[in-house]
Every structure is written in structure tokens, then in C-alpha cells.
């Protein structure tokens, strides 16, 4: 095996073809410099260089082995860049998991700052993955950066919040509560409804049955659909109402939508941008460094 010491001081005696020169070259003895060639010769079994008293000229061994060896301490440069920028946070990749419209925003948000700070580092994008899906993984290291949502921040999980977010009602905008500045869940009583297929891991569809309920009557859907995007442009063509969040009401609006607080005792949904305590990865503290600046805690 050649080592690079030795594919270093190869290249310096077949650009000088003189072995005093390219031991000054090199910061070393003649003698030395002369043993490492006799090594790599030996260990190749050929005569890289055709010596005499006069002159050193390359063998033809010697000449086919020219372009490799400039090949072999290009490679060895970028081996050693690439580690030092990998440890340094310049390179790496991010697992990153997030759900909803407005998790989307936030997401795009980060990952088009990082691209621009730190070009090096790839993200790989997930964007179905609900709060308890994306702490598990984060746990198990098949995530390394979630959007999620929690009410007791998980042992071994940190996380800052980037969004609050307040339920209101999606409605047509020509509707006759469009411009109320809220309304209450039973004026909802008649209408039908628009809602996110059932998800273990997604509450806005089951929070939406329990605020009807609790308004006594229960909601009339008429029409289940796969994303937020949907339930927009449905509401948009006058099919019906949805409850949602503010926030995803305001990054997914539709023109003819309008979006109107409801008038109940809620609590805030908060959403954390969340990761391991202890990660130990450079390029994700780099991503975190940058998010604090692009998506700032919220109160």
C-alpha cells in the first residue's frame, strides 16, 4: 500500500528530477528522502525513476504513475476538508420532520437560510410526521429535528416555541359570519363541515368533534379531505366549514375563504422546534444556532 508521505515525496523527485532538490523542497535529508522512494519501489516491485551519476529520469513505471499520484493527494485534500467542515458544522445532513401547512412555512423558512449560511449541509425532508411519531424518532435517531407539538416536554428532548396557534373557523367568504369579529361554536350548527381524515397523532380533527359536542349538536361532514390545502379550496368553493388553526388558515388562505376566531376558553397550541438534549452533531447545533434567528421564540 502506498501511503501519502511517500506519493508526496514520489511527485516532488518526478517534478524535480533531482533528489537534493527535492529534499530541500521537502524539508528533509537526501538519504531519507532516498529510502522512502526505495520503499515505494519496492513495495511496487518496479524502478519508478532510471538514476546515473549524471541524471534522474522517470522509468515509464515511474511516468504511468504520475497522474494517479496527483489523484490520490487531490483525494487525500478533499478527505481532509471535508472532515474538518463536517466537524466544524459546514457539512452534514438533517433529518427533519414536520406536519400541517403552517409547520411547513416555518420548515421552508429554516432550511432556505441554512442553504444560504451553510451550503454544505442537506437536508432530508419529512412532511407527514405528527407530534408523537416525531418524538419517538428523535429519540430513536431516525429524525434530527422536528416540528411538533407536546403538553410535557419529553425526557432527553429539547425545544424551543416557534409558533402559538388558536383554533378558528374556516369559512366561506360570502358567509353571513365572514365578517364577525368572532363567533361561537353552536352558530356553527347548521352548517356542514369539512374536516382531516381521523390520525392518531393529529388532534384538529378530533378537537373539532369535541367543541361541537360540547356545543351541544354534533357536526354534519360532509366531505373529508387529505390536507389542509383541500379543506381550503373546498371551503373556497363554498362546500362547506372547517375549524383550524389561525395559523394554518393564514398560510393556507384561499381566496373566497375567510377565517374567524371562535369565542371559547382555549388554550394555546404551541409548536416547539424540537431535537435531542445531546445530539452531537455539529451541523444540526449550526442549524439550531441559525434558527434562532430565523424562527424566534415566541411567548
Not at 116 to 127: A, K, N, W
Not at 262 to 277: E, F, G, N, R
Request: aromatic content about 4%.
Amino acid at each position: 500500500m502506498m501511503e501519502i508521505q511517500q506519493v508526496r515525496a514520489f511527485l516532488v523527485v518526478a517534478e524535480e528530477l533531482h533528489f537534493g532538490r527535492a529534499a530541500q523542497r521537502l524539508g528533509v535529508f537526501q538519504p531519507p528522502l532516498s529510502r522512502t522512494i526505495r520503499a515505494l519501489e519496492d513495495d511496487l516491485g518496479v524502478s519508478l525513476f532510471q538514476r546515473t551519476t549524471r541524471n534522474v529520469r522517470l522509468s515509464p513505471a515511474g511516468e504511468a504513475l504520475v497522474e494517479p499520484a496527483q489523484k490520490m493527494l487531490e483525494y487525500q485534500g478533499l478527505a481532509v476538508d471535508s472532515v474538518q467542515r463536517a466537524a466544524t458544522g459546514e457539512t452534514g445532513r438533517i433529518g427533519f420532520g414536520f406536519a400541517r401547512s403552517s409547520s411547513r412555512t416555518l420548515a421552508a423558512r429554516l432550511i432556505a437560510a441554512s442553504r444560504r449560511q451553510s451550503p454544505g449541509i442537506v437536508f432530508s425532508l419529512e412532511s407527514d410526521v405528527f407530534a408523537e411519531e416525531g418524538l419517538d424518532r428523535l429519540v430513536d435517531g431516525t429524525l434530527d429535528l422536528a416540528l411538533v407539538r407536546w403538553d410535557t416536554r419529553p425526557p432527553g428532548i429539547m425545544g424551543r416555541p416557534v409558533m402559538i396557534e388558536r383554533l378558528c373557523a374556516a369559512l366561506p367568504a360570502g358567509h353571513r359570519l365572514a365578517g364577525h369579529s368572532s363567533i361561537r361554536v353552536e352558530e356553527l350548527a347548521d352548517e356542514d363541515f369539512i374536516t382531516l381524515p381521523a390520525h392518531p397523532n393529529s388532534t384538529l380533527r378530533e378537537s373539532t368533534m369535541k367543541l361541537c359536542r360540547d356545543a351541544g349538536f354534533t357536526p354534519r361532514r360532509v366531505q373529508v379531505a387529505p390536507d389542509t390545502q383541500t379543506i381550503g379550496a373546498l371551503v373556497a368553493a363554498g362546500l362547506g366549514v372547517s375549524i383550524t388553526f389561525d395559523s394554518v388558515s393564514a398560510n393556507t388562505r384561499e381566496l373566497g375563504t375567510a377565517a374567524v376566531p371562535l369565542d371559547i376558553p382555549q388554550d394555546p397550541s404551541t409548536l416547539y422546534l424540537a431535537h435531542l438534549s445531546d445530539h452531537g452533531k455539529p451541523s444540526l447545533e449550526a442549524v439550531l444556532a441559525l434558527a434562532e434567528e430565523v424562527l424566534p421564540t415566541v411567548e
